[in-house]
């Protein structure tokens, strides 16, 4: 099903405010690239599921994992920086794609 045009707003708004926190507070020589490849909203915009891609050195679960540790973190700064009505649930999922070109 078709994303509507308010979901792909705030999917964009999402990623690109993730985007900036994860390079600043996870992102480092050992970590390698952590990159935001997709975030997809649901229809009521309460969760905001993330796709992100780990190119390097360190394991992408052990990044994962740091992430989801840190999601209550991230949930309150994306809030912080966003003027939404609803402050979605973050749910990361790990991004292959990009492993595959």
């Known amino acids: 099903m078709e994303e509507s045009r308010r979901q792909k707003r705030v999917s964009n708004l999402i990623k690109e405010e993730l985007s900036r926190l994860v390079i600043e507070s996870f992102q ?3 970590s390698g690239l952590i990159t935001i490849t997709r975030v997809s909203m649901s229809k009521d915009l309460k969760n905001a599921h993330v ?3 780990v190119l390097g ?3 992408k ?3 994962l994992d740091l992430i989801n540790e840190r999601k209550g973190y991230l949930r309150k700064a994306v809030a912080s920086h966003t003027k939404l009505k609803y402050n979605p649930m973050l749910i990361f999922y790990g991004d292959s794609s990009s492993e595959h070109q």
Do not use: M, V
Request: charged content about 15%; overall charge negative.
């Open 28 to 30: 480092d020589a050992t």
């Open 57 to 59: 050195h360190s394991p």
């Open 51 to 53: 796709y992100l891609s």
């Open 61 to 63: 679960q052990e990044i």
